[in-house]
């Protein structure tokens, strides 16, 4: 939505560096995560996931590393560009269908 | 393209009128969603659905109720609106299991005066 990004943490990087976005989450016992960008006034995109028996997941430009001791999962962005200023959120399965998602980071790429 | 689709970007309603938000998939998706969206409140579970003609409450049905007659369209009705359902909706979808991404619609910001 147009003002997500309000009360959010904030990364604030240069074009070209490399982002880290982190999430701590909430059960140990989930077993699927997801990494979902929003840009303004449109629906929340997947990025990339991850399952619990894995610790790191690569993409395009993206990585998403899993911590499961510490129920941490972070999302890396190579060469960060104007075009990945957005919030990401994460997200776990706990049950069968349902997500938990997270509260959001707005990332904001200067030229 | 897979795709959520949503009735209304932008609506407008007066407190007390009946308002449907209306939401399609084309994936044939088992598993659809609505939830609401705040500043600083981040995504919240309103209803969902496993299957046509089911309907399970999130973590914020109150006001809320909601409908699915046909595998693809889950609707979202608020009985008699109020002020502090102000918000963005969103509309998701989602294979059954464990392991499935799960799919949103764009959007409605929906605003009650």
């Known amino acids: 939505g147009e003002n997500v990004g309000l009360h959010l943490p904030t990364l604030s990087v240069q074009e070209g560096d490399n982002s880290i976005i982190n999430c701590a989450y909430s059960n140990s016992a989930s077993d699927y995560f997801i990494w979902y960008k929003q840009e303004s006034g449109k629906g929340p995109q997947f990025i990339i996931d991850i399952r619990s028996n894995m610790d790191k997941r690569q993409g395009q430009r993206v990585t998403v590393l899993l911590n499961k001791t510490v129920k941490h999962l972070s999302l890396q962005i190579a060469a960060t560009q104007p075009g990945d200023s957005a919030v990401y959120f994460c997200a776990e399965n706990q049950g069968y269908s349902t997500l938990t998602f997270g509260k959001g980071t707005m990332l904001l790429v200067s030229p | 393209d897979v795709k959520v689709t949503q009735s209304s970007r932008y609506l407008v309603k007066r407190t007390g009128e009946k308002v449907f938000l209306e939401c399609v998939q084309d994936m044939d998706h088992e598993n659809m969603f609505w939830y609401r969206q705040d500043p600083g409140l981040g995504l919240r579970l309103i209803y969902f659905s496993y299957d046509v003609k089911m309907k399970e409450k999130g973590d914020i049905p109150e006001g809320y109720s909601v409908s699915r007659e046909k595998k693809e369209r889950f609707s979202l009705i608020l009985e008699s609106a109020s002020t502090n359902q102000t918000s963005m909706y969103l509309c998701?979808?989602?294979?059954?299991?464990?392991?499935?991404?799960?799919?949103f619609g764009p959007g409605t910001r929906l605003t009650v005066l």
């Open positions: 998701a979808s989602r294979l059954g299991g464990t392991y499935n991404e799960q799919f």
